[in-house]
T-cell receptor, first 109, second 115 residues
Framework: AQRVTQPEKLLSVFKGAPVELKCNYSYSGSPELFWYVQYSRQRLQLLLRHISRESIKGFTADLNKGETSFHLKKPFAQEEDSAMYYCALNSGSARQLTFGSGTQLTVLP | ETGVTQSPTHLIKTRGQQVTLRCSSQSGHNTVSWYQQALGQGPQFIFQYYREEENGRGNFPPRFSGLQFPNYSSELNVNALELDDSALYLC??????????????FGPGTRLTVT
């Protein structure tokens, strides 16, 4: 069965500091991984997808199949990055998403 | 472009009752997925509907059922409500059969409280 683990419920960093949100997964097939973000009082939205290998709002994430990880990184955090971040694994023909429990990121001034 | 909408915003039900939640998909989207999000947890997949047929189901009992209508809107029905059904219910729509079929657009959710 597929599983997504986000070990940190809360993460605080200072503005301008690097940030890394950890995500590990368990899946027997070829994984398709995503990061979703929820800003305060907004709905859940897609941040990035591992296949696209693009940088969104300065965030990047690399899929490491050996370590079964998909950590989200940003070299210089901004206050507007404060939000809840969810790592998600796409599985099955229905493209059902398996979410981690989320990490609440707070960027301090 | 109209985003995903859900109704009602919140409601309170008593254990044993039945509830129907509604979702209107984003304009042009043909697939709807439902998720349950308990407090402090990530969303958990309930089921997905495509072309009015169930197209995948998570680990939820049969008392969770759904419908999709020709206009691609959808309903989630829960019978014999239990206290543990208290959660935020999210609806997400997507467009199957395109290069962006992976992208799910979420609604604001319906907060269900079972007492």
């Amino acid at each position: 069965a597929q599983r997504v683990t986000q070990p940190e419920k809360l993460l605080s960093v200072f503005k301008g500091a690097p940030v890394e949100l950890k995500c590990n997964y368990s899946y027997s097939g070829s994984p398709e991984l995503f990061w979703y973000v929820q800003y305060s009082r907004q709905r859940l939205q897609l941040l990035l997808r591992h296949i696209s290998r693009e940088s969104i709002k300065g965030f990047t994430a690399d899929l490491n199949k050996g370590e079964t990880s998909f950590h989200l990184k940003k070299p210089f955090a901004q206050e507007e990055d404060s939000a809840m971040y969810y790592c998600a694994l796409n599985s099955g023909s229905a493209r059902q998403l398996t979410f981690g429990s989320g990490t609440q990121l707070t960027v301090l001034p | 472009e109209t985003g995903v909408t859900q109704s009602p915003t919140h409601l309170i039900k008593t254990r044993g009752q039945q509830v129907t939640l509604r979702c209107s998909s984003q304009s042009g989207h043909n697939t709807v997925s439902w998720y349950q999000q308990a407090l402090g947890q990530g969303p958990q997949f309930i089921f997905q509907y495509y072309r009015e047929e169930e197209n995948g189901r998570g680990n939820f009992p049969p008392r969770f059922s759904g419908l999709q209508f020709p206009n691609y809107s959808s309903e989630l029905n829960v019978n014999a409500l239990e206290l543990d059904d208290s959660a935020l219910y999210l609806c997400a729509s997507s467009l199957a059969g395109t290069h962006r079929s992976y992208e799910q657009y979420f609604g604001p959710g319906t907060r269900l409280t079972v007492t």
